[in-house]
């Protein structure tokens, strides 16, 4: 079965441009979490969605957004970027109240 | 503000060892507590759940000090393939996910010798 699916897996970007970022839950997952991972720090929450309505939010600023799609899958979204948004997206899914499964994340340099 | 802290390590240990890490969470309405395990460059991985009674799976030992807002794991008979990063994880909801997610430390680095 396949896992939780990020893409892209690397991304380039300048200072001031936007980026979507996409991910697919497991198969039958309908809650998808959003996190940041900063290089030597822990995984920093984003945002949580549970069909296709978001139920948590970290303390991230505006720019950052999302959305859930009907089949469960997700995007998260950065506008102005910034130099300190460089980092491993993760996304995760779950089914009820089982543990999170990450995908592999996106790495973004933001240039 | 909900905080969890992680000895940074690294923690560099002989091959057949055993090793412990701790971590603290300062938030004591934290209902749910994970190890997940992190290889470098690669996703984090759950490694397991963490009970009030204490749990073990193999070589791999948990334990929650509710009192005291601690949290631990013991490797026993480490291996060379037990080098990793190890997160500690706290959430508030019984599910690992909710409106505030998962917090997690920053991470014990181990390496085990050959």
């Known amino acids: 079965d396949a896992g939780v699916t990020q893409s892209p897996t690397h991304l380039i970007k300048t200072r001031g441009q936007h980026v979507t970022l996409r991910c697919s839950p497991i198969?039958?997952?309908?809650?998808v979490s959003w996190y940041q991972q900063v290089l030597g720090q822990g995984p920093q929450f984003i945002f949580q969605y549970y069909e296709k309505e978001e139920r948590g939010r970290g303390n991230f600023p505006d720019r950052f957004s999302a959305r859930q799609f009907p089949n469960y899958s997700s995007e998260l979204n950065v506008n102005a970027l910034l130099l300190g948004d460089s980092a491993l997206y993760l996304c995760a899914s779950s089914f009820a109240n089982s543990p999170l499964h990450f995908g592999n994340g996106t790495r973004l340099t933001v240039t | 503000r909900k905080e969890v802290e992680q000895d940074p390590g690294p923690f560099n240990v002989p091959e057949g060892a055993t090793v412990a890490f701790n971590c603290t969470y300062s938030?004591?309405?934290?209902?749910?507590f994970f190890w997940y395990r992190q290889d470098c460059r690669k996703e984090p991985k759950l490694l397991m759940s963490v009970y009030s009674s204490g749990n073990e799976d193999g070589r791999f030992t948990a334990q929650l000090n509710r009192a005291s807002q601690y949290i631990s794991l013991l490797i026993r008979d480490s291996k060379l393939s037990d080098s990793a990063t190890y997160l500690c994880?706290?959430?508030?909801?019984?599910?690992?996910?909710?409106?505030?997610?998962?917090?997690f430390g920053k991470g014990t680095h181990l390496i085990i010798q050959p």
């Open positions: 198969s039958g997952h309908k809650s």
């Open positions: 938030n004591s309405a934290s209902q749910s």
């Open positions: 994880v706290v959430t508030d909801n019984v599910s690992g996910g909710g409106a505030d997610g998962l917090t």
